[in-house]
């Protein structure tokens, strides 16, 4: 029998630091097989290790002679109908030959190894769940979905089918879904758990791993800004000495990660995430003029609908609040330099009436050298200097 816990996603590390409690979770899970089948979607923030569950549970199911068939959702196939079933079936579509005709037929159409159209999904569902309890009948089975959130809607669908009656089968399904994606579009119907960042203690474990040198003050930056966040930490680690100011240097693959859906957005909802992600006090009086200024165009507070809808910022009251500090540095890094100057220039232009936070954002919006700005800093540090700052 063909295993394809081998093909297809990465390799499992050797251990995960900080989710024992996750790990013993998907072992008791594998454990208890025989005795029927359990489906689980891990639900978290981008880079917080749900793939790393995932591929954990994998290599665990492999030592215990389980089997494991494996899909993930991809951006540019999102689109595909049972683009991701077809990943998810490839290795085992040999045994369609043992489904009855009518659904043998419309999976092999479903997944493109057949002729003809689909137009009953729920024939392509039951399909499957048969063609899984044959497979799960000569060998224990992991069905494994990694970033649901990007699966198309078609196998979306026939996966939750399959793991809402899974319960008398020797079947397991894992699934990872990313926070912030559309409820109404990607909800399974499968019990959840929510995969939270690392303790302090467990992160700078990982911290000290990747980057046992750092100086105790780059080490503690670091652990505060990132959050718990292990690809953070990871992706950090070798650039944690330069994370001095108050926005973190990230990496392209966290760009990707945090601000995916950036692009996504209303130009309005994006100017709005500019300014705030420019401004640390982030009060809504201040972002959204500011906002209004930078792309010229009136706005309002109801431009962030969309950032909200998608789980990248909350409100508090009047502040907005970005839900972790690497998407606040994803939005800011992902704007173009002029850009980021036009949105400081335009607080600059709202912070009338609190010039030391005015001279900041004038500072932040200047090449080269300017007297006028550098005499607006000199008053900052002496108004500081008189409240008895350090300087």
Known sequence: MTDSSTAGPREAPPGLVGRQSELVLLDGMLDGIHDGGT???????????????????????????????WTAGSVVEAGLAFSGLQRLLAPVLDRVTQLPERQRGVLLAAVGAGEGSVSDLYLVALATLELIRIVAGERTLLLIADDVHHLDGASR??????????????????????????????????PERQLAGLDPAAAGDLLDARAPDLSPTARARLLERSAGNPLALVELSDTAAEIDGPMLPISARLKRAFAARLDDMPP??????????????????????????????????????????????????????????????????????????????????VLVGQPDRRAWHRAACVIGSDDEVAAELEAVAWRAHRRGAIL
Do not use: C
Not at 159 to 167: A, K, M
């Open 39 to 69: 489906a689980l979607v891990w639900r978290g923030e981008a880079g917080v290790g749900k793939s790393a569950l995932l591929d954990a549970a994998r290599a665990s199911a492999q030592r215990r002679g389980i089997n494991t068939l």
């Open 157 to 190: 669908d026939v996966l939750g089918f399959v793991g809402r009656r899974v319960e008398t089968e020797p079947v397991v399904v894992l699934a990872a879904l990313r926070d912030g994606a559309d409820e109404g579009i990607t909800r399974l119907d499968l």
């Open 268 to 349: 309005t909802t994006r100017d709005v995430l500019l300014t705030a992600a420019a401004d640390e006090a982030s009060s809504l009086t201040e972002i959204v003029p500011a906002a209004e200024l930078l792309g010229g165009r009136s706005s309002g507070a109801g431009a962030l609908q969309p950032a909200l809808d998608a789980g990248l910022v909350t409100i508090e009251g009047d502040m907005l609040r970005f839900r972790h500090p690497l998407v606040r540095a994803a939005v800011y890094q992902a704007a173009d330099l002029d850009r980021r100057h036009a949105a400081h220039g335009a607080l600059a232009e």
